[in-house]
T-cell receptor, first 114, second 112 residues
């Protein structure tokens, strides 16, 4: 049973560029949440997708956007990158049938903005 | 963004010792989760708590959902070297679907 997968594992970009990160949820899960984890801190909620719609959003600017596909996979897009966007980006999947409570995380994509 | 307060921030213990850590919030949660994260990895779910006062074990790990619903505790008994990592608590509040709010983390180091 495949767990949550994310790609790429590492990425280096320069300020002002745009980036797309990808996530495939755990088998049987239909909800994807994205988190940003800065060095030395706990993950911070960015947004959540269910039924191909953004259902909930944290305190992140509109430069952060996402998408969910019919197969439940998801993308996180960040435009006009800033140095402060350097972080580990985590995807977590869950199931509506399980109350979306228990979230399982992928290994993350480490983004470095120069 | 908001983060829950975890203590201690870090711990250096000897193999075989028991470990206790806690997590506090200014607001009520209806679910508490404990995760462990190792370098270069995503958080791995250890224990989930769904009811105030609940005490749940997973092997050498035991966690409790505080009666006030504003805190949670994690204990690790007879620590071993593979317990090394950062332990995060996470709470799901009553007003949102499933957004998790994470703690600041407790870094655990185990010496032989």
């Amino acid at each position: 049973d495949a767990g949550v997968t994310q790609s790429p594992t590492h990425l280096i970009k320069t300020r002002g560029q745009q980036v797309t990160l990808r996530c495939s949820p755990k088998s049987g899960h239909d909800t994807v949440s994205w988190y940003q984890q800065a060095l030395g801190q706990g993950p911070q909620f960015i947004f959540q997708y269910y039924e191909e719609e953004e259902r909930q959003r944290g305190n992140f600017p509109d430069r952060f956007s996402g998408h969910q596909f019919p197969n439940y996979s998801s993308e996180l897009n960040v435009n006009a990158l800033l140095l402060g966007d350097s972080a580990l980006y985590l995807c977590a999947s869950s199931s509506v049938g399980q109350g979306q409570v228990t979230q399982y995380f992928g290994p993350g994509t480490r983004l470095l903005v120069l | 963004g908001q983060q829950l307060n975890q203590s201690p921030q870090s711990m250096f213990i000897q193999e075989g010792e028991d470990v206790s850590m806690n997590c506090t919030s200014s607001s009520i949660f209806n679910t508490w989760l404990w995760y462990k994260q190792e370098p270069g990895e995503g958080p791995v779910l250890l224990i989930a708590l769904y009811k105030a006062g609940e005490l749940t074990s997973n092997g050498r790990l035991t966690a409790q959902f505080g009666i006030t619903r504003k805190d949670s505790f994690l204990n690790i008994s007879a620590s071993i070297p593979s317990d090394v990592g950062i332990y995060f608590c996470a709470g799901r509040d009553t007003g949102t679907a499933s957004k998790l709010t994470f703690g600041t983390g407790t870094r655990l180091q185990v010496t032989l």
